[in-house]
C-alpha cells in the first residue's frame, strides 16, 4: 500500500503559513545553540527569534530565561518589539499569552515560575510559568547571582564577547527539572553581518568552528523523516484511518526520540543573504537597496559579505577604541519606563555631564544637517550626543531635537562651530548659522532661555591636510595641554561610523606635489543611508575640535586657517 502524505489545507486543523527555506531549516534542525548570520529583511527577530523562543517555551515552562542587549534603550526601542510583534503575528495575545513589566494573575490563567520573581521591572511572563528577563550588557550586574535556563540575543554584532562572557555563567540550575529539554543551556542569537571597521565585534563568526556538522546533519535527517510521519498522520486523520493514524503515532514517537538524542549539545552556525526571501522581497527589494546603500554597505547589509577597511587608509588613523565610552547612559533614568512605553531620550540619562555648565557643538549644514554635541570636564571633552536631519526637514527640526533632549539642561548656553558655509548668507539673514541659533533660542517666537554664541563668525577654509595632520595629533593625545576626547559608544553611533569609515586620498598636483584629502564621494549616498555612512559626521566633528586655540598647541603641517588672519 502506498504511503499517503498530502494534506488537505482547507482543513480547520491545518494552518498554512509561510516560511523561507532558511526559517524552515532552523525550524528543523532546533538546535540547543543557534548562531545566525543573517542580511535585512530575513525576519531575524519577529520571526526566526520569535517561533524559536515559542518552542523552547513550550519545551521548559517555569524556566527562566534571558533577553540581552547591548543597551537598555535598544533592547526596549527595538529588541523587544520585534520580538513581541512575532509572537501576536503567530496568535499569542498580551493579557492571555503573557504580560509585561507586573507580576500576572498567578493560578487563573498564569502559573508560576520554579522560584518567585524578586521584581517585574523589564520582564514578560509568559502563561506557562517562563519568566524572561531583559539585561543589558552595559550594566550586566543585573544579570548576576540569578539562574537561567536559555540565554537570547539579537544584534549580536553589538554584543561585546567580553561582557557577553559575564552572563554565561548563569546558564545553570535546575537541571532535574529542565535537564530534559534540548535547549537547557542553550543559545539563540542573531544579527546582520558584523562590519568590524565601525567597531561591531565579530565574535559570533568564530561559532562557526563549534559547529559538528554531521551531527546537524543527522538532526536534520531525523527531523524530516519525522516531518514526513506527521504529514502521513494528519493524511490519515482526514480520512478516517484510525489504525494506520495509531501505526504512525508510535513510529512518530521513537523517531522523535532519536531527533532529541541526536539534538543534545548541538551547535548551528548559518549565514544567509537577504535573497533567501527573494520570493516575497522581489528584485525591486535588491535593486532599491543597491541604489539606496551603495555598493559597499549592500555587500555587508544585503548580502553577508565581510568587508575591512585597512588602517592606512584611514583618514582617522589615531582613532582606537579607548576613544569611545560605554558607561555613558544612568539606566535608572530608564527604571521608570516599562517594556512597551514610549521612551523619552534625555539629558537626564547622561553620566558625563554637567548640567550646571555651556555645551558646545560642532555642526555641518546641507540637505543632510549633522550636530555633535560636547562638554569640556577637565582633561576630557565628552562628545555626548549627536543630532542630524535630512531634507525636507531643515533647521528647525534640527533645533527642536536639541532643545527637547537637552531641555532639562539648567546652564542653557552653548557654543556653536561650524562650517564657514555658515555665514554666507548672514546679509539676508537667511544663513544657516544664524537659523540654527534661532531655532534653538526661540520656539514659535518665544524665547525658551536658550542662548547660541557663534563661534565661527569670519572663518576661513579649514584645508583637508589641515584637518588631517591636526585630527590625528588631537587624537594620538601627544600634547598634554589638548583635551582628551571621548566619544559615546551608543549616542554617537553615526559619529563613530563616520570617523572610522573615511578614508584619504592622496592627490599630486602639476608640480608633483603630493597632498592629503577626504574621501568625500561617500556623500553622493541617498539621503537615508548618509547618517551612517558618509563623511558627514566627521566635518561636524571637524569643526568642534579645529579652534584656534586647539591648533596654536600643535605644530601641524600648515599654520592655523580657522580664523581670518585679520582678526588673529
Same mark, same amino acid.
Not at 552556525?269 to 522581497?281: G, H, P, T, W
Not at 539606566?331 to 516599562?338: G, K, L, M, V
Given at each position: 500500500m502506498s504511503r499517503r502524505t498530502r494534506v488537505r489545507v482547507d482543513d480547520d486543523n491545518v494552518e498554512a503559513r509561510f516560511a523561507s527555506k532558511a526559517k524552515m531549516l532552523v525550524d528543523l534542525i532546533a538546535p540547543q545553540d543557534l548562531y545566525m548570520v543573517a542580511g535585512r529583511a530575513t525576519a531575524k527577530t519577529s520571526d526566526i527569534i520569535a517561533e524559536r523562543s515559542m518552542h523552547i517555551i513550550h519545551d521548559m515552562p517555569r524556566s527562566y530565561q534571558m533577553f540581552v542587549s547591548d543597551t537598555y534603550m535598544n533592547a526596549m526601542t527595538n529588541v523587544v518589539p520585534a520580538l513581541i510583534e512575532g509572537w501576536q503575528r503567530k496568535g499569542w495575545k498580551e493579557g492571555i499569552h503573557f504580560v509585561t513589566d507586573k507580576r500576572p494573575n498567578y493560578g487563573k490563567h498564569f502559573q508560576m515560575p520554579y522560584k518567585p520573581p524578586l521584581s517585574y521591572k523589564h520582564t514578560i511572563s509568559l502563561y506557562n510559568g517562563t519568566f524572561f528577563v531583559l539585561g543589558s550588557l552595559d550594566q550586566p550586574s543585573g544579570l548576576a547571582g540569578a539562574s537561567y535556563q536559555h540565554r537570547y540575543g539579537d544584534e549580536a554584532r553589538l554584543l561585546k564577547k567580553k561582557k557577553l562572557d559575564r552572563s554565561t555563567p548563569a546558564l545553570r540550575g535546575e537541571y532535574a527539572a529542565f535537564g530534559h529539554s534540548v535547549y537547557y543551556m542553550g543559545n539563540t542569537f542573531t544579527t546582520d553581518m558584523p562590519n568590524i571597521i565601525l567597531g561591531d565585534d565579530d565574535w559570533i563568526l568564530n561559532m562557526e568552528k563549534e559547529m559538528n556538522q554531521e551531527q546537524i546533519e543527522l538532526a536534520l535527517h531525523c527531523a524530516l523523516v519525522l516531518n514526513e510521519i506527521k504529514q502521513e498522520i494528519m493524511a490519515n486523520v482526514q480520512i478516517g484511518n484510525k489504525s494506520e493514524v495509531a501505526r504512525l503515532k508510535k513510529h512518530m514517537q521513537r523517531w522523535t526520540y532519536e531527533w532529541?538524542?541526536?539534538?543534545?549539545?548541538?551547535?548551528?552556525?548559518?549565514?544567509?543573504?537577504?535573497?533567501?526571501?527573494?520570493?516575497?522581497?522581489?528584485?525591486?527589494?535588491?535593486?532599491?537597496?543597491?541604489? =539606496? /546603500?551603495?555598493?559597499?554597505?549592500?555587500?555587508?547589509?544585503?548580502?553577508?559579505?565581510?568587508?575591512?577597511?585597512?588602517?592606512?587608509?584611514?583618514?582617522?588613523? =589615531? /582613532?582606537?577604541?579607548?576613544?569611545?565610552?560605554?558607561?555613558?547612559?544612568?539606566?535608572?533614568?530608564?527604571?521608570?519606563?516599562?517594556?512597551?512605553?514610549?521612551?523619552?531620550?534625555?539629558?537626564?540619562?547622561?553620566?558625563?555631564?554637567?548640567?550646571?555648565?555651556?555645551?558646545? =557643538?560642532?555642526?555641518?549644514?546641507?540637505?543632510?544637517?549633522?550636530?555633535?554635541? =560636547?562638554?569640556?570636564?577637565?582633561?576630557? /571633552?565628552?562628545?555626548?550626543?549627536?543630532?542630524?536631519? /535630512?531634507?525636507?526637514?531643515?533647521?528647525?527640526?534640527?533645533?527642536?531635537?536639541?532643545?527637547?533632549?537637552?531641555?532639562?539642561?539648567?546652564?542653557?548656553?552653548?557654543?556653536?562651530?561650524?562650517?564657514r558655509s555658515g555665514n554666507q548668507n548672514s546679509k539676508t539673514k537667511r544663513d544657516w548659522a544664524s537659523a540654527v541659533k534661532k531655532a534653538i533660542e526661540y520656539e514659535n517666537g518665544v524665547s525658551t532661555g536658550w542662548i547660541v554664541n557663534l563661534m565661527s563668525l569670519n572663518q576661513s577654509t579649514i584645508l583637508q591636510e589641515e584637518e588631517y595632520q591636526f585630527a590625528n595629533k588631537l587624537l594620538s593625545e601627544g600634547v598634554a595641554t589638548l583635551p582628551k576626547v571621548r566619544i559615546d559608544k551608543f549616542l554617537c553611533k553615526c559619529l563613530k561610523s563616520s570617523l572610522e569609515l573615511t578614508k584619504i586620498i592622496v592627490k599630486t598636483d602639476n608640480k608633483g606635489s603630493r597632498t592629503i584629502h577626504k574621501d568625500k564621494s561617500s556623500e553622493k549616498l541617498p539621503l537615508a543611508s548618509r547618517p551612517m555612512f558618509s563623511t558627514n559626521f566627521s566635518d561636524a566633528f571637524k569643526y568642534l575640535i579645529y579652534r584656534r586655540n586647539f591648533v596654536n598647541q600643535v605644530n601641524t603641517h600648515s599654520a592655523y586657517s580657522g580664523s581670518d588672519p585679520s582678526i588673529i
Open positions: 532529541t538524542r541526536v539534538r543534545k549539545g548541538s551547535v548551528f552556525f548559518y549565514a544567509i543573504s537577504s535573497f533567501v526571501n527573494v520570493d516575497i522581497l522581489t528584485d525591486g527589494f535588491f535593486t532599491n537597496n543597491l541604489k =539606496a /546603500l551603495g555598493p559597499e554597505e549592500f555587500k555587508s547589509a544585503i548580502l553577508s559579505f565581510r568587508i575591512a577597511i585597512s588602517q592606512g587608509e584611514k583618514f582617522y588613523g =589615531a /582613532l582606537g577604541e579607548h576613544h569611545y565610552y560605554e558607561d555613558g547612559v544612568n539606566n535608572t533614568y530608564y527604571d521608570r519606563f516599562s517594556i512597551l512605553d514610549t521612551i523619552e531620550e534625555s539629558s537626564l540619562a547622561l553620566r558625563h555631564i554637567n548640567h550646571e555648565q555651556r555645551l558646545e =557643538a560642532g555642526v555641518d549644514f546641507g540637505d543632510m544637517c549633522s550636530m555633535v554635541v =560636547a562638554q569640556p570636564r577637565g582633561s576630557y /571633552l565628552y562628545c555626548l550626543k549627536e543630532f542630524y536631519t /535630512l531634507a525636507p526637514e531643515n533647521e528647525l527640526e534640527l533645533g527642536k531635537k536639541f532643545r527637547n533632549f537637552f531641555k532639562h539642561h539648567k546652564v542653557k548656553v552653548l557654543d556653536l562651530y561650524y562650517d
